[in-house]
């Protein structure tokens, strides 16, 4: 039957770049059986985010959203993550963040606190802060993983191990908050063989999520990995 996996993304209006990271996993997930469902902050932003306040001041070329027909949502996040995650359920949660949205993450997993506590939903955190920070991140009270270096294979061998009811504790590259409150800290597996790589799972992310400025105008854009490590 497989897991749901829900990705919440943190992030600004403005930072348009679609995250590869969660566009893979969301691929292999799938390619693993899994159902993915994705919540983007990115468009709740009120103030236009980080390029629109340059793009205010001038320190931008001014740019138009509408030119591509791109909104502002105009109903509040809250609601929308709230109502997402009582329809679609998961059974694991997987955060992603940059430092500079660490803050805005921890905001998104405590609006819906009730429903990780009611149903013990384990919850991932992974990216560059998780990893060079793990100490800080698995200390938040709804954070009991973290992903340290790579997610491929510790996010399907996770689920594998939620679907069928074992232990993860032992699973490479996660840090695992016990109930004692202490820390189980796994080593690092090998690399992930990158030409088993499948292709990005751009469909999650809206169209809108392709699109950003630049000197003042809109280009559809993918990022591209050229190394790793």
């Given at each position: ?6 990705f919440?993304y943190?992030?600004t209006y403005?930072m348009n ?9 969301s691929?292999?997930l799938?390619?693993n ?5 994705l919540?983007?902050?990115t ?5 236009y ?8 001041r ?9 030119e591509?027909?791109i909104?502002?949502?105009t ?8 109502e ?5 359920s998961p059974d694991?949660?997987?955060l ?6 660490w ?18 939903t384990?919850?991932?955190f992974?990216?560059?802060f998780?990893t ?15 992903c340290?270096?790579?997610g ?14 074992d232990s ?24 992930y ?7 990005l799972?751009?469909?999650l992310?809206?169209?809108n999520?392709?699109?950003?400025p630049?000197?003042?105008?809109w ?7 050229t190394?790793?490590g």
């Open positions: 039957v497989g897991l749901k996996v829900l919440l943190p992030n403005g770049m679609l995250p590869p990271a969660i566009a893979l996993f691929s292999l799938k390619q059986g899994h159902e993915v469902e919540f983007d902050s468009y709740y932003q009120d103030d985010g980080l390029e629109g306040t340059r793009a205010n001038l320190n931008v070329v001014a740019f138009d959203p509408n591509k027909g909104k502002m949502r109903s509040r996040w809250e609601d929308d993550l709230r997402q995650i009582n329809t679609f694991l949660i997987a992603s963040a940059t430092e500079d949205m803050l805005l993450g921890t905001r998104l997993l405590e609006e819906i606190e009730d429903y990780i506590t009611k149903n013990r384990p919850v991932i992974g990216g560059v998780a060079f920070a793990p100490e800080i991140a698995i200390q938040h009270r709804l954070i009991n993983l973290v340290v270096g790579e491929e294979n510790a996010l399907i061998e996770l689920c594998r191990r939620i679907e069928r009811g993860f504790n032992n699973v490479t590259n996660l840090w695992v908050k016990q109930s004692d409150g202490s820390i189980i800290k796994n080593p690092i597996s090998d690399p063989d990158i030409n088993e790589t499948p292709i799972d751009v469909n992310f809206e169209t999520r392709l699109y950003r630049m000197a003042g105008k280009y559809k854009m993918l990022p591209m990995e190394m790793r």
